[in-house]
């Protein structure tokens, strides 16, 4: 009898270190005044064949805090097959009439068709900013597309920005911050799960790129050209698990 219980303590102590973090949503609320008196929902790293999150968890985040704007920093699928349950999510965001922003992320890449994901994404009402910008009421947003993927490209995604407005920019591997050389004032990205399994020396096992190694993977800092956050994201990738790292959606106070 001592080992069944054994065994059960074992098992409930797996699911709760290792399961339950992926089910346990935390809405992360930062701010960081622009003036724009602004809420933006961040969601990012959905990887959807891997995610515990329900599309009803983010109806009610979105319900209950009823944001001006939702901004995806990518990373939805990398296979093919997972887009009608995508789909479902997509449904949520579109049904809920806010607008709604993306951009791609190094898995969306690894599609054999990432055309399809686009044509999904755009037909759901996200406006996917590919090395491009967009107007808004107050600010300028722009999106650059996947640095890890080689489709970044900077100066492309800022031109004919207006430098006398707030420009607040959406992608996917906050690596690029190392690499951009326009001023910026806030930049929003995800990609490195916040370790996801938070364990000593994670970067030299996974090298990340070198933010990671810096000690850089989660949370608001501040770089020689802008202010930035690094969204822990929803989904895993790899495992499908998270050690002392919760699933999260950003609300961002601007």
């Given at each position: 009898m001592s080992?069944?219980?054994?065994?059960?303590?074992?098992?409930a102590a797996c699911y709760l270190l290792f399961i339950f973090p992926t089910q346990w949503l935390k809405v992360e609320k930062v701010r960081h005044s622009l003036g724009l008196n602004i809420k933006?929902?961040?969601?990012s790293d959905m990887h959807i064949e891997r995610l515990r999150i329900r599309p009803e968890q983010l109806r009610r985040v979105i319900q209950q805090e009823r944001p001006d704007y939702l901004f995806?920093?990518?990373?939805?699928?990398k296979l093919e097959a997972y887009?009608?349950?995508l789909?479902?999510?997509?449904?949520?965001?579109?049904?809920?009439?806010?607008p709604a922003f993306g951009v791609l992320g190094n898995h969306d890449y690894?599609?054999?068709?990432?055309?399809?994901?686009?044509?999904?994404?755009?037909?759901?009402?996200?406006?996917?900013?590919?090395?491009e910008s967009v107007r808004l009421p107050g600010f300028e947003l722009i999106g650059i597309?996947?640095?890890?993927?080689?489709?970044?490209?900077?100066?492309?995604?800022f031109h004919g920005?207006?430098?006398?407005?707030?420009?607040?920019?959406?992608?996917?591997?906050?690596?690029?911050?190392?690499e951009m050389r326009e001023r910026f004032d806030y930049l929003m990205a995800g990609h490195l799960h916040g370790k996801q399994l938070n364990i000593p020396f994670f970067y030299r096992l996974r090298p990340m790129g070198k933010l990671p190694a810096m000690g850089i993977y989660k949370g608001l800092h501040r770089g020689p050209y802008g202010t930035y956050y690094i969204s822990k994201g929803m989904g895993q990738t790899g495992v499908n698990a998270r050690f002392l790292v919760r699933s999260e959606v950003t609300l961002h106070f601007l």
């Open positions: 080992i069944l219980w054994g065994i059960i303590l074992a098992i933006i929902l961040q969601i995806l920093t990518g990373d939805y699928t887009l009608p349950l789909k479902r999510y997509l449904n949520v965001f579109q049904a809920s009439g806010i690894q599609q054999r068709k990432v055309s399809k994901l686009i044509k999904l994404l755009q037909q759901s009402g996200i406006h996917l900013l590919r090395n597309d996947d640095y890890d993927s080689g489709k970044s490209r900077i100066g492309e995604s920005t207006n430098t006398g407005r707030p420009r607040i920019v959406i992608t996917h591997d906050p690596n690029i911050v190392l």
